[in-house]
């Protein structure tokens, strides 16, 4: 559990970033607590419990996705992670508090188009699908819904 103040939201944002940066995150919950000008963000993060979140960050391996993903899809990939920075930006939370690097990915590689798919995601919850589907989903079928009379592969060619 971390809390930000609202006033001085610099270390507290600091602590859960280093917390986050050692662990898998499954999921996060955030609540805004009204104190007036003692007002302050509340954030329950949930891990991964495994191998890697116990290891020092300099011994995990770093995931890149551009080379993981082929070029299309690492631009759907580049895509959603500006549209995460929007998002969080915009409600003034870590990024991740939306969706892990990783669950991006996933979103990419299993060609997601529905909210039930979107759902099926580890770590994405009923929550998160009913805030950010709206936003992830038309992004997601630009990209991956074939145009009629179109090939399959034309259409990823392109």
């Not at 609540?31 to 020092?56: I, K, M, N």
């Not at 993903?69 to 929007?86: I, M, P, Q, T």
Request: aromatic share 8%; proline share 4%; with cysteine.
């Amino acid at each position: 559990m971390f809390t930000i103040e609202v006033r001085d939201p610099g270390p507290g944002q600091d602590a859960l970033n280093a917390f986050c940066a050692q662990h898998r995150v499954a999921d996060v919950e955030k609540r805004f607590v009204d104190q007036g000008s003692h007002s302050y963000w509340t954030f329950c993060v949930a891990t991964l419990d495994g191998e890697d979140s116990s290891r020092p960050p300099a011994e995990r391996k770093r995931i890149d996705y551009r080379e993981l993903l082929n070029e299309a899809d690492f631009a759907v990939y580049a895509e959603l992670r500006g549209l995460r920075r929007s998002l969080a930006e915009h409600e003034g939370v870590p990024q991740f508090a939306l969706f892990t690097n990783e669950q991006l990915a996933a979103m990419v590689t299993r060609r997601v188009t529905t909210a039930t798919a979107l759902g099926e995601i580890e770590g994405v919850g009923k929550a998160r699908v009913d805030k950010y589907a709206s936003h992830f989903l038309p992004l997601l079928r630009k990209a991956f819904t074939v145009p009629a009379g179109a090939s399959t592969d034309a259409a990823r060619a392109n």
